[in-house]
């Protein structure tokens, strides 16, 4: 069974940089895609980045220019490099990984969740 990771969250002042990591064990090959989402209190999760096993990537409107999403396919792990972190970006941060139908583990899997706490 895959299982995910996530580190690198905390408290962090306005105009950090953090970078958040997710480590998937548990699948001999790559994801086809892995994500960053986020979940504010009582609100619904949103998709942050995402990017696939060839490296093309795509971003929320929110983050683009700030964040940087990339991943190392030999240590299975992606990252989320941050910058200019405002408050409102202060959120749970989800790591998710998507694996081919045909693959022997198929289907999405979630990490726990690294809290991110951007103070004014």
């Known amino acids: 069974q895959v299982q995910l990771v996530e580190s690198g969250g905390g408290l962090v002042q306005a105009g950090g940089s953090p970078r958040p990591s997710c480590a998937a064990s548990?699948?001999?090959?790559?994801?086809?895609?892995m994500c960053w989402y986020l979940q504010s209190p009582g609100k619904q999760l949103e998709l942050v980045a995402s990017i696939t096993s060839g490296g093309t990537t795509n971003y929320a409107d929110s983050v683009t220019g700030r964040f940087t999403i990339s991943r190392d396919n030999t240590k299975n792990t992606v990252f989320l490099q941050m910058r200019s972190l405002k408050p409102e970006d202060t959120a749970v941060y989800y790591c998710?990984?998507?694996?081919?139908?045909?693959?022997?583990?198929?289907?999405?899997?979630w990490g726990q969740g690294t809290q991110v706490t951007v103070s004014s």
């Open positions: 998710n990984a998507d694996y081919w139908p045909h693959a022997a583990n198929p289907g999405a899997y």
């Open positions: 548990g699948s001999r090959l790559s994801a086809r895609l």
